[in-house]
Every structure is written in C-alpha cells, then in structure tokens.
C-alpha cells in the first residue's frame, strides 16, 4: 500500500538563519493601498474646510430669510461682536468695507442672491 502526498502551497522562502519571509505583495495590493491611503488623507483635509463652509452658509440663511427682518438681525450680529453701525460705516477696512457694500445692497433692494454674496463676506470678515 502505497500513501500520496501532495503539497498545498509552496512553501515561504526560508532564510539562512531559520525565519521564513512571506512572499512579496503584489504591484495591485501595493497600489490600491496607496490610493486608499491618499483618499482617506485627502479626506482628513478637507471635511474641516466643508464644515466650515456648510456652517457659514447656514448663517447666512438664518440672518438673510426672511429678507425683511435682515436689517434688525444685522443689528444684533453687530452688538454679539461689540461694533456700532456708525463706526463700522467709517472704518476704513475690508470689515468696513464689506459692511458698507452689505449696507447699499439693502437700500437698493438688490437680489436676494446678493445680498447673501455680502453678508457672507462680511461674516467670514468678523470672525
């Protein structure tokens, strides 16, 4: 009777000194690793900047709509960051700036998409 033998799997390669080594990974694991890794970099980066974003629209729909109580809600941003309308009006600054360009589109009954435009660049300026 005779016993046959097969073998499953070459085996690992076997160092002088007894350690065996795994085989080499293969050029496709390697790169999708590597593109796996730059996503979730990537991903890392830039969710801080998305939420900033998102949270500065946010406020601009709170303040803006509805557009008729935008003047009185300017007001109370003002006095949340310490500033009087008639200083800010004079300043001569880009918060001074943005401010008095907020401040016209209001009187000229611009478009609603405006008047957003400037309020959020007056917001990122009071930060």
Do not use: C
């Amino acid at each position: 009777m005779t016993l046959q033998v097969t073998g499953a799997a070459a085996p690992a390669e076997q160092k002088p000194n007894g350690v065996r080594t795994s085989p080499p990974r293969r050029a496709d694991e390697t790169f999708a690793l590597l593109i796996g890794a730059i996503a979730i970099i990537g991903l890392l980066l830039f969710v801080p900047r998305i939420r900033r974003a998102s949270a500065l629209r946010r406020r601009v729909r709170e303040i803006a709509r509805p557009p008729a109580e935008i003047r009185a809600k300017l007001q109370a941003l003002l006095a949340a960051h310490k500033l009087d309308e008639a200083t800010l009006l004079r300043e001569q600054s880009d918060r001074g700036d943005a401010y008095r360009s907020l401040h016209s589109r209001l009187d000229f009954d611009d478009s609603q998409e405006e008047v957003e435009f400037r309020l959020r660049e007056l917001l990122q300026l009071l930060k």
